[in-house]
Protein backbone atom coordinates (compact mmCIF):
# COMPACT_ATOMS: atom_id res chain seq x y z
CA UNK A 1 0.00 0.00 0.00
CA UNK A 2 1.32 3.53 -1.24
CA UNK A 3 1.29 5.95 2.14
CA UNK A 4 3.04 9.57 1.85
CA UNK A 5 3.21 11.23 5.12
CA UNK A 6 3.33 15.30 4.59
CA UNK A 7 4.69 17.14 7.60
CA UNK A 8 6.20 20.27 8.61
CA UNK A 9 3.56 22.76 8.45
CA UNK A 10 2.74 25.45 9.94
CA UNK A 11 2.02 29.09 11.01
CA UNK A 12 5.03 31.22 10.15
CA UNK A 13 5.76 35.21 9.18
CA UNK A 14 5.59 36.54 5.49
CA UNK A 15 9.69 36.47 5.09
CA UNK A 16 9.94 33.67 7.23
CA UNK A 17 11.00 29.56 6.55
CA UNK A 18 9.53 26.18 6.43
CA UNK A 19 10.86 23.15 5.40
CA UNK A 20 8.24 20.67 4.67
CA UNK A 21 8.75 16.56 4.68
CA UNK A 22 7.15 13.72 3.44
CA UNK A 23 7.65 10.43 4.34
CA UNK A 24 6.65 7.42 1.25
CA UNK A 25 6.78 3.74 2.12
CA UNK A 26 4.82 1.18 -0.63
CA UNK A 27 6.79 1.95 -3.64
CA UNK A 28 10.07 1.90 -5.51
CA UNK A 29 10.57 5.64 -4.11
CA UNK A 30 14.29 5.91 -5.33
CA UNK A 31 13.07 5.29 -8.74
CA UNK A 32 9.58 7.40 -8.68
CA UNK A 33 9.44 11.01 -9.81
CA UNK A 34 8.06 12.78 -7.03
CA UNK A 35 6.08 16.41 -6.64
CA UNK A 36 5.00 19.36 -4.43
CA UNK A 37 1.48 20.39 -4.89
CA UNK A 38 -0.73 22.64 -3.43
CA UNK A 39 -4.38 24.01 -2.88
CA UNK A 40 -4.88 27.09 -1.59
CA UNK A 41 -8.58 27.71 -0.56
CA UNK A 42 -11.51 28.22 -2.84
CA UNK A 43 -8.89 27.33 -5.17
CA UNK A 44 -7.79 24.41 -7.66
CA UNK A 45 -5.07 22.26 -7.17
CA UNK A 46 -1.51 23.90 -8.05
CA UNK A 47 1.98 22.15 -8.97
CA UNK A 48 4.87 23.43 -7.45
CA UNK A 49 7.67 21.63 -8.04
CA UNK A 50 8.84 17.98 -8.98
CA UNK A 51 11.84 16.20 -8.58
CA UNK A 52 12.85 12.92 -11.15
CA UNK A 53 14.65 9.86 -9.76
CA UNK A 54 18.08 11.48 -11.10
CA UNK A 55 17.78 14.60 -9.06
CA UNK A 56 16.41 16.95 -11.51
CA UNK A 57 14.40 19.32 -10.53
CA UNK A 58 11.98 22.04 -11.70
CA UNK A 59 9.65 24.59 -10.38
CA UNK A 60 6.84 27.13 -10.79
CA UNK A 61 7.41 29.92 -11.65
CA UNK A 62 5.42 31.20 -8.25
CA UNK A 63 8.70 30.09 -5.95
CA UNK A 64 11.02 29.77 -8.38
CA UNK A 65 14.21 31.22 -6.14
CA UNK A 66 12.30 30.84 -3.00
CA UNK A 67 11.32 26.84 -2.36
CA UNK A 68 13.94 23.96 -3.19
CA UNK A 69 12.80 20.31 -3.83
CA UNK A 70 15.07 17.43 -2.65
CA UNK A 71 14.97 13.81 -1.90
CA UNK A 72 16.96 11.54 0.48
CA UNK A 73 16.39 7.97 -0.88
CA UNK A 74 17.89 6.24 1.84
CA UNK A 75 15.42 7.58 4.17
CA UNK A 76 12.45 7.40 1.56
CA UNK A 77 11.69 10.86 2.31
CA UNK A 78 10.85 14.04 0.13
CA UNK A 79 11.46 17.67 1.40
CA UNK A 80 10.95 21.00 0.29
CA UNK A 81 12.77 23.64 1.60
CA UNK A 82 10.48 27.37 1.26
CA UNK A 83 12.32 30.36 2.25
CA UNK A 84 10.83 34.10 1.28
CA UNK A 85 6.75 32.97 2.48
CA UNK A 86 4.36 35.17 1.20
CA UNK A 87 0.80 35.58 1.89
CA UNK A 88 -0.32 33.96 -1.41
CA UNK A 89 1.80 30.87 -0.53
CA UNK A 90 -0.62 30.11 2.49
CA UNK A 91 -2.06 26.21 1.11
CA UNK A 92 -2.46 23.20 1.85
CA UNK A 93 0.92 21.43 0.55
CA UNK A 94 0.13 17.69 -1.00
CA UNK A 95 3.48 15.30 -2.14
CA UNK A 96 2.55 13.22 -4.97
CA UNK A 97 4.06 10.74 -7.09
CA UNK A 98 2.45 9.58 -9.97
CA UNK A 99 -1.06 7.58 -8.70
CA UNK A 100 -1.04 8.85 -5.12
CA UNK A 101 -0.99 11.82 -3.32
CA UNK A 102 -0.70 12.60 0.81
CA UNK A 103 -3.16 13.97 3.27
CA UNK A 104 -1.40 16.96 2.73
CA UNK A 105 0.16 19.80 5.08
CA UNK A 106 -1.06 23.05 5.86
CA UNK A 107 0.69 26.32 5.95
CA UNK A 108 0.09 29.02 6.77
CA UNK A 109 1.64 32.90 5.98
CA UNK A 110 0.42 35.64 7.90
CA UNK A 111 1.47 38.69 10.34
Known amino acids: EVQLVESGGGLVQPGGSLRLSCAASGFAFRFAAMKWVRQAPGKGLEWVSS???????SYADSVKGRFTISRDNAKNTLYLQMNTLKPEDTAVYYC?????RGQGTQVTVSS
Open 51 to 57: IDSRYAT
Open 96 to 100: ANDQE
